[in-house]
């Protein structure tokens, strides 16, 4: 599904963010990407989503390389990874369904469409009746799945999600989470770079531990192992 | 197709929606487009009537060859084949005093009565009128015939002509050049108009991006919205160098009477077409380059 052969990111004034990265995902897997800040977690994102070049190495996602990949072909790439990052990203003058929607609008969905799946997805992260009110009505957590529902809302093969807790509290960060999990279980790839601790201690999955833009573990069973 | 016709929906709905949100900037850059636009429009006036002058003058571009009086029949006949010979030469007609007379009584028209009396003793002189193929083989013409035998002089306003073809030529370039500044202008300054938008909206594009749309489905709005500003300023900028252009030919036809300008009806449905292609223009340009920078995430 996806496949880091040998990838490193060098940026401008000699930094290098990755250093020869080799990793692979399943379809289906839930994979935690842990590490420092500065460790290389935003990075790989990035690279992930092609919002950066890699300085050499190959990256393939659902059997493409991606790194030769045309600017044009871009947003199809995107359309196959639903995306959610620590500060939301909703648009404010939108409500909660119009958010939603908004991104069936953008690649080209009918309007009966929309009206049957959007209520689904909502119904699904649980905001069915806040439909219509603003983001700036809501609090974090519900925003935060008010963003999860438009990143699954066209049925991506892969989530993707940078800090989705970042911003939350103990106890909302751990609804976001089981809701990812839910996701994942309905089949969806999931990947999350996180800084929190005790959900990849508790949750067992997969993880993926960078330092200074190296992977120092990968384990099927694993905890996020760094003291706090 | 559906999908097309759907997401043209949202672009033009998008696009107003843009115009409307910023309503004095709208109202601000249509104004200027169509300042720049009338200004620009009325060297376009000035440019197309002086074309139109430049080819009555090269249409009535005709030199005179007077002959003199103690010619014969057959001498008359042999200058009018020696002209005809002449290269550049287009047409070659004989007027007699008689006619040279009527002709000139023609032109005093009331006041004839002056020319009265004159037919017993006609003090005009007998002449040939030569047209010419090119106003610039004129004066060489000129030369030619003047060295032909029973030939006393030719005139055809040198000076006149070499003066107003060298106006004409200024007023061409110096138009140009005006037009093309103007129409640099109006697209920065609608250009500068949908960047407060897009700068507006650079977080809801940068989600769009994420979220997977296409480059075009991003610009398309403010294309629209460009658009709209420059066919807005095209559309009122062309009333308002109709009604200017309307007063203009009233002033001069009621004055001037050596050259006649274009009708206004002739003018004014050309420059509505060209204006609005102008106006689509200039606006898809200004959007077009003012929306780029947001595009690479």
Same mark, same amino acid.
């Given at each position: 599904?996806?496949?880091?052969?040998?990838?490193?990111?060098?940026?401008?004034?000699?930094?290098?963010?990755?250093?020869?990265?080799?990793?692979?995902?399943?379809?289906?897997?839930?994979?935690?990407?842990?590490?420092?800040?500065?460790?290389?977690?935003?990075?790989?994102?990035?690279?992930?989503?092609?919002?950066?070049?890699?300085?050499?190495?190959?990256?393939?996602?659902?059997?493409?390389?991606?790194?030769?990949?045309?600017?044009?072909?871009?947003?199809?790439?995107?359309?196959?990874?639903?995306?959610?990052?620590?500060?939301?990203?909703?648009?404010?003058?939108?409500?909660?369904?119009?958010?939603?929607?908004?991104?069936?609008?953008?690649?080209?969905?009918?309007?009966?469409?929309?009206?049957?799946?959007?209520?689904?997805?909502?119904?699904?992260?649980?905001?069915?009746?806040?439909?219509?009110?603003?983001?700036?009505?809501?609090?974090?957590?519900?925003?935060?799945?008010?963003?999860?529902?438009?990143?699954?809302?066209?049925?991506?093969?892969?989530?993707?999600?940078?800090?989705?807790?970042?911003?939350?509290?103990?106890?909302?960060?751990?609804?976001?989470?089981?809701?990812?999990?839910?996701?994942?279980?309905?089949?969806?790839?999931?990947?999350?770079?996180?800084?929190?601790?005790?959900?990849?201690?508790?949750?067992?999955?997969?993880?993926?531990?960078?330092?200074?833009?190296?992977?120092?573990?990968?384990?099927?069973?694993?905890?996020?192992?760094?003291?706090? | 197709?559906?999908?097309?016709?759907?997401?043209?929906?949202?672009?033009?709905?998008?696009?107003?929606?843009?115009?409307?949100?910023?309503?004095?900037?709208?109202?601000?850059?249509?104004?200027?487009?169509?300042?720049?636009?009338?200004?620009?429009?009325?060297?376009?006036?000035?440019?197309?009537?002086?074309?139109?002058?430049?080819?009555?003058?090269?249409?009535?571009?005709?030199?005179?060859?007077?002959?003199?009086?103690?010619?014969?029949?057959?001498?008359?006949?042999?200058?009018?084949?020696?002209?005809?010979?002449?290269?550049?030469?287009?047409?070659?007609?004989?007027?007699?005093?008689?006619?040279?007379?009527?002709?000139?009584?023609?032109?005093?028209?009331?006041?004839?009565?002056?020319?009265?009396?004159?037919? %017993?003793?006609?003090?005009?002189?007998?002449?040939? =009128?030569?047209?010419?193929?090119?106003?610039?083989?004129? %004066?060489?013409?000129?030369?030619?015939?003047?060295?032909?035998?029973?030939?006393?002089?030719?005139?055809?306003?040198?000076?006149?002509?070499?003066?107003?073809?060298?106006?004409?030529?200024?007023?061409?370039?110096?138009?140009?050049?005006?037009?093309?500044?103007?129409?640099?202008?109006?697209?920065?300054?609608?250009?500068?108009? =949908?960047?407060?938008?897009?700068?507006?909206?650079?977080?809801?594009?940068?989600?769009?991006?994420?979220?997977?749309?296409?480059?075009?489905?991003?610009?398309?709005?403010?294309?629209?919205?460009?658009?709209?500003?420059?066919?807005?300023?095209?559309?009122?900028?062309?009333?308002?160098?109709?009604?200017?252009?309307?007063?203009?030919?009233?002033?001069?036809?009621?004055?001037?009477?050596?050259?006649?300008?274009?009708?206004?009806?002739?003018?004014?449905?050309?420059?509505?077409?060209?204006?609005?292609?102008?106006?689509?223009?200039?606006?898809? =340009?200004?959007?077009?380059?003012?929306? %780029?920078?947001?595009?690479?995430?």
């Amino acid at each position: 599904m996806i496949k880091f052969i040998n990838v490193s990111k060098k940026y401008d004034k000699g930094i290098i963010a990755l250093s020869n990265i080799n990793f692979e995902i399943e379809s289906g897997e839930f994979v935690f990407i842990v590490g420092p800040s500065g460790a290389g977690k935003s990075t790989l994102i990035k690279l992930l989503l092609k919002e950066e070049e890699p300085t050499s190495g190959t990256i393939i996602v659902n059997k493409k390389d991606i790194t030769k990949m045309k600017r044009k072909e871009i947003p199809y790439l995107r359309r196959s990874m639903g995306v959610v990052f620590q500060d939301f990203r909703l648009l404010p003058n939108k409500t909660v369904f119009e958010n939603v929607a908004f991104a069936m609008e953008v690649v080209g969905a009918h309007p009966k469409e929309i009206r049957r799946k959007v209520p689904m997805v909502l119904s699904l992260v649980g905001l069915s009746d806040k439909a219509d009110q603003y983001p700036q009505q809501l609090s974090g957590g519900e925003q935060q799945r008010v963003a999860l529902a438009r990143a699954i809302v066209n049925e991506p093969s892969i989530l993707i999600a940078d800090e989705p807790t970042g911003n939350l509290d103990p106890d909302t960060s751990w609804e976001i989470v089981k809701l990812m999990a839910e996701i994942n279980k309905r089949g969806t790839t999931v990947v999350m770079a996180t800084h929190a601790k005790d959900i990849v201690d508790a949750m067992k999955k997969r993880v993926i531990a960078l330092e200074k833009g190296n992977i120092v573990r990968d384990e099927a069973r694993g905890v996020y192992g760094y003291a706090l | 197709m559906d999908m097309l016709f759907r997401n043209f929906r949202y672009f033009i709905k998008e696009g107003f929606s843009n115009l409307a949100r910023n309503r004095l900037m709208t109202v601000a850059s249509v104004t200027s487009v169509m300042a720049a636009l009338v200004i620009l429009g009325m060297f376009l006036l000035i440019i197309l009537n002086v074309n139109h002058m430049a080819y009555q003058v090269e249409s009535q571009l005709e030199l005179k060859a007077f002959l003199k009086d103690d010619l014969s029949g057959e001498q008359i006949q042999r200058i009018g084949e020696e002209i005809k010979g002449i290269d550049g030469v287009s047409s070659v007609v004989f007027e007699s005093k008689e006619q040279a007379l009527e002709k000139f009584k023609k032109q005093l028209g009331e006041k004839s009565y002056l020319l009265e009396g004159l037919e %017993k003793d006609n003090p005009l002189p007998q002449s040939y =009128i030569v047209k010419v193929k090119d106003a610039n083989l004129i %004066k060489d013409i000129a030369d030619e015939i003047k060295g032909i035998n029973g030939v006393d002089k030719v005139s055809y306003g040198q000076d006149v002509v070499e003066k107003l073809l060298g106006i004409i030529r200024i007023i061409r370039i110096v138009g140009l050049a005006i037009i093309s500044i103007l129409f640099v202008i109006s697209i920065v300054i609608i250009s500068n108009t =949908i960047k407060l938008g897009v700068f507006a909206r650079r977080r809801e594009i940068n989600i769009m991006k994420y979220i997977g749309a296409t480059d075009w489905f991003i610009r398309w709005p403010f294309l629209i919205e460009g658009i709209v500003l420059g066919l807005l300023g095209a559309l009122l900028s062309v009333g308002v160098l109709a009604l200017m252009y309307g007063y203009t030919l009233d002033y001069v036809n009621s004055r001037l009477i050596v050259f006649n300008l274009l009708p206004l009806s002739d003018v004014i449905k050309d420059m509505a077409l060209y204006f609005a292609l102008l106006g689509s223009l200039i606006g898809a =340009i200004g959007s077009g380059l003012s929306i %780029k920078r947001f595009l690479n995430v």
